[in-house]
Each structure stands twice: as structure tokens, then as C-alpha cells.
T-cell receptor
Framework: DTAVSQTPKYLVTQMGNDKSIKCEQN?????MYWYKQDSKKFLKIMFS???????INETVPNRFSPKSPDKAHLNLHINSLELGDSAVYFC???????????????FGDGTRLSIL | GDSVTQMEGPVTLSEEAFLTINCTYT??????LFWYVQYPGEGLQLLLK?????DKGSNKGFEATYRKETTSFHLEKGSVQVSDSAVYFC?????????????FGQGTTLQVKP
């Protein structure tokens, strides 16, 4: 009954490869997010989708391409992986987009990406 | 732009000690404020929130009060346990936001020793 699930949990790959991370939520939320957490634990939003529409794209290299086939899924594809892409990537979901009546974001357990 | 600043960690306390983790923010609007906790190897969990000035969020013995005059949202707990060892993140969403963009502080690692 995991609310926000990400796969894989660990991903070790070579520089230059292309990889995907999948995210699914069973909370019935309409908004999903991708965050990147660096080695110092700093968290920064990358993308958000509301009802499959891209809402936030935070100056992320275009090697990163999110895809939302439906409201319950938001996948992240990364081309030509670089050493600096090593991080933990978190998916999250919420109902609505924030503001005064915002609902909290629910996070997955993260995908630890290591580039060799 | 909006930002959140937390006290530097790590914070090391003995069990049953009093905890304060400072958080201050800069925002152009009237943000909602959050504390999230990240246990080792896990994702973030919402600990508590406050959506307007003078609101107090509380959960699991933790409390934080939204102070507009000092733009602060300090996290406190009267008696910490070893199981509270984790990374704590202060965060905000602009009250007028229509993007859901959460802005996080840099995180504060808490280690509680028995």
C-alpha cells in the first residue's frame, strides 16, 4: 500500500548512458514532482506536472526529460549521464498546486543514482 | 526570490535534551511553512505545517510557531529520543503560488545519543 513508489531504488551506471526512473502514486493526487538531493542533502525541485501538464521546469539540462503518461505516473528519463548527475532523486505528489489551501507533498523513498 | 535558511548542523544531543532547530525565511508573499523529516534511507515525511502568522504546527511532540515579525519557524521538542535522529528540513510555499513549488532549507542533521 505504498503511497509514492519509485523504481529502481539504486541505479549504478556508466557515464554517457541513458537511464529512466519511474514513479507511481496511488493517492489519487493530480500533481507530481521530481526533486534532486545532492551529496550535501540540499533539495531542489526539478519538474512538476499537474494533470499531465508541465508546470515547473527549473533550469534543468535538457538531457533530463520528464514524461507523465497519466496523473498517477511521472517518469524521469536522463540522456548522456554525467558525473554531476550522481544524486538521490525524489518523486513526490500532492493534491493541487499550493497556495493558502495547499496540501502537503508526499515523497517516495528516492532513487540513488551513481555514475561511474 | 524566496529562500529558507536553517541552522548549521550536525546537532548532537543526549536523550531527553531540549531541541531547537532555527529556521528563518525570506518571502515576498505570505507563505505556508513546513517542517519535513528524513530518516536514514527514506524519503521526506511531513512533520508539521502552519499556513498563517501565529499558527502553531505540532506533531509527535515537535512544535513550531509561524512568526511573521521575525520571519521565523523554529522547530522545538522538549525531550528528544534516539529515534528522532534524522535530517530536518524547513520549507515554504508562497501563499500565492500556483505551481506547488516547495523551497527547502539546507537541512539540519540531528543525532541523539543514548
Amino acid at each position: 500500500d505504498t503511497a509514492v513508489s519509485q523504481t529502481p531504488k539504486y541505479l549504478v551506471t556508466q557515464m554517457g548512458n541513458d537511464k529512466s526512473i519511474k514513479c507511481e502514486q496511488n493517492l489519487g493526487h493530480d500533481t507530481m514532482y521530481w526533486y534532486k538531493q545532492d551529496s550535501k542533502k540540499f533539495l531542489k525541485i526539478m519538474f512538476s506536472y499537474n494533470n499531465k501538464e508541465l508546470i515547473i521546469n527549473e533550469t534543468v539540462p535538457n538531457r533530463f526529460s520528464p514524461k507523465s503518461p497519466d496523473k498517477a505516473h511521472l517518469n524521469l528519463h536522463i540522456n548522456s549521464l554525467e558525473l554531476g548527475d550522481s544524486a538521490v532523486y525524489f518523486c513526490a505528489s500532492s493534491q493541487g498546486l499550493g497556495g493558502r489551501s495547499n496540501q502537503p507533498q508526499h515523497f517516495g523513498d528516492g532513487t540513488r543514482l551513481s555514475i561511474l | 526570490g524566496d529562500s529558507v535558511t536553517q541552522m548549521e548542523g550536525p546537532v548532537t544531543l543526549s536523550e531527553e535534551a531540549f531541541l531547537t532547530i532555527n529556521c528563518t525565511y525570506t518571502a515576498t508573499g505570505y507563505p505556508s511553512l513546513f517542517w519535513y523529516v528524513q530518516y536514514p534511507g527514506e524519503g521526506l515525511q511531513l512533520l508539521l505545517k502552519a499556513t498563517k502568522a501565529d499558527d502553531k504546527g505540532s506533531n509527535k511532540g515537535f512544535e513550531a510557531t509561524y512568526r511573521k515579525e521575525t520571519t521565523s519557524f523554529h522547530l522545538e521538542k522538549g525531550s528528544v529520543q534516539v529515534s528522532d535522529s534524522a535530517v530536518y528540513f524547513c520549507a515554504l510555499i508562497d501563499g500565492s503560488s500556483n505551481t506547488g513549488k516547495l523551497i527547502f532549507g539546507q537541512g539540519t542533521t540531528l543525532q541523539v545519543k543514548p
